[in-house]
Every structure is written in structure tokens, then in C-alpha cells.
């Protein structure tokens, strides 16, 4: 194979590998709201740094995008690096199991329901938790992420 044909192979190839590596680092960039499903779950701040026993707040969301009332499920799970400290909510009362702050609610067309979740690091480093949301007894659950890193 001579040299000219094979640069016009290899400086493509590299090229498309840089620019994949770049689309992938701006595709990790996305914000905690999660889109895909009628339901669409948030979860704010997307991340939070700390130190560890001090009380994070952080608040899970539901938006319902359809044009009729749904029947919704919603929560905020945690790993065991971090404490539960209370959960609050504005169109629901949350209910605690585990390491898991959820409740069911109906949800009109256009609105957004809330729980609000305090946990408290208990070791050091990061820890990642998850909102989910959906349309009750369906599998269109959506998601959304927030990390705590704790030092």
C-alpha cells in the first residue's frame, strides 16, 4: 500500500476517533433532568460538594408533558454511603423504605410535583443518587442523577 493512500485512510480514522472521544465527553455534560418518557423526572442540585456528616437538600421532580391528568409514581433512592434526614413533598406525602423517598399522585397535565430529600454523607468521596418518574404501572420510568462528593 503506498504512503498516499494510506494517510488518507489513517488521518480519517483518527479523526473520527477525536471527534467521537469529544462527543462523548459533551454527551456526559447533560444537565440531571432526564427526558423520554410523558413523565419526565428531575433531580437539582446535579451535584453538590461537602464534607462528610454535613445535611445535603436536594429536590426530586416529576413533570408530567401530556395534555390529561396522570396517575404518577415518583421517588429518590440513595446509597448506604449517605443517611436519610427527612423528605418533604408538594402535592404528595412521601413515604420512606429503605434507601428509598417515594409516593403516587395524580398529576394534572403540565405540572410539576416535588420531593424535597435531606441525606447526610457518612463516609468520604462520591455518591450518586437517582430520581426516577412515571406514569403508574407502566415501564416509562425516567431518570436523573445527582452527586454528592464528600471530603
Not at 80 to 96: E, I, K, M, N, Q
Amino acid at each position: 500500500m503506498n504512503k498516499a493512500l494510506l494517510r488518507r485512510r489513517v488521518v480519517p480514522a483518527a479523526l473520527a476517533g477525536v471527534l467521537g472521544l469529544a462527543g462523548a465527553v459533551v454527551a456526559g455534560q447533560q444537565p440531571a433532568t432526564a427526558a423520554g418518557g410523558p413523565i419526565i423526572a428531575g433531580l437539582t442540585p446535579p451535584s453538590v460538594t461537602t464534607t462528610v456528616g454535613t445535611s445535603v437538600t436536594l429536590t426530586g421532580s416529576a413533570y408530567n408533558s401530556t395534555k390529561v391528568t396522570q396517575r404518577v409514581s415518583m421517588g429518590i433512592s440513595w446509597p448506604s454511603t449517605v443517611s436519610y434526614g427527612g423528605a418533604r413533598g408538594d402535592l404528595c406525602t412521601p413515604r420512606h423504605s429503605g434507601n428509598l423517598i417515594y409516593c403516587g399522585l395524580n398529576l394534572s397535565a403540565g405540572a410539576t410535583a416535588h420531593i424535597t430529600l435531606t441525606v447526610v454523607p457518612n463516609v468520604a468521596g462520591a455518591s450518586t443518587l437517582r430520581a426516577y418518574a412515571r406514569i403508574t404501572y407502566t415501564t416509562d420510568d425516567t431518570f436523573a442523577y445527582s452527586t454528592i462528593t464528600a471530603s
